[in-house]
């Protein structure tokens, strides 16, 4: 079954402390985002990757930082530096062109201690 | 540069009834649209897209929505809603005047069936 996934599904940070989101997808995809996802602002990009080893901040990079090492992952660290980090974090990828839909794994949920 | 705006953030309707969520976009080259929509604590699914072509896109779970260039709209129908049908639905646009491949996302509508 080709997919994307995110782990953990819940993921608890303490002050002071880097934590990391793994995404992995099978669908062999070029593309592939990281969006924050807060009650009533919808999707808001933070970082996103159209081929391995290259990637582009978004609206929200600011206390985040990502790698594009391999074309199957797309890990997010969220740093000491983004003072709020409490939100529901989602991948997508998809084949880089415009008219094509991004598939979305199914999120984890950050919350700080 | 595009932008989407959904009207409505909490739309209700009773089961059975027309469901209509409202989104409009701006957008300075044609646009390729999008409804996607999200179940509690779940990753988001593709309803429909509009691309090229014939301006009425029907979607999965009976949904369906008119590109209307005229009126810059994208509204997502569907006849009868159904309990299983609340969920919160996102318009997006894709940027197609940027540097990179994006989607920009309408803040939501979050949809309630009533009994």
């Known amino acids: 079954d080709g997919g994307i996934t995110q782990s953990p599904k819940y993921l608890f940070r303490k002050e002071g402390q880097n934590v990391t989101l793994s995404c992995e997808q099978n669908?062999?995809?070029?593309?592939m985002y990281w969006y924050r996802q807060d009650p009533g602002q919808g999707l808001r990009l933070i970082y996103y990757s159209q081929i391995v080893n290259d990637f582009q901040k978004g609206d929200i990079a600011e206390g985040y930082s990502v790698s594009r090492e391999k074309k199957e992952s797309f890990p997010l660290t969220v740093t000491s530096a983004q003072k709020n980090p409490t939100a529901f974090y989602l991948c997508?990828?998809?084949?880089?062109?415009?008219?094509?839909?991004?598939?979305f794994g199914p999120g984890t949920r950050l919350l700080v201690l | 540069a595009q932008s989407v705006t959904q009207l409505g953030s909490h739309v209700s309707v009773s089961e059975g009834a027309l469901v209509l969520l409202r989104c409009n976009y701006s957008?300075?080259?044609?646009?390729?649209l999008f409804w996607y929509v999200q179940y509690p604590n779940q990753g988001l699914q593709l309803l429909l897209k509009?691309?090229?072509?014939?301006?009425l896109v029907k979607g999965i779970n009976g949904f369906e929505a008119e590109f209307k260039k005229s009126e810059t709209s994208f509204h997502l129908t569907k006849p009868s809603a159904h309990m299983s049908d609340a969920a919160e639905y996102f318009c997006a646009v894709s940027d197609r005047g940027g540097r990179d491949d994006k989607i920009i996302f309408g803040k939501g509508t979050r949809l309630h069936i009533l009994p």
């Open positions: 997508a990828s998809s084949i880089p062109t415009s008219q094509e839909t991004q598939y």
């Open positions: 957008s300075s080259v044609p646009p390729y």
């Open positions: 669908l062999n995809h070029d593309a």
């Open positions: 509009y691309t090229t072509g014939a301006t």
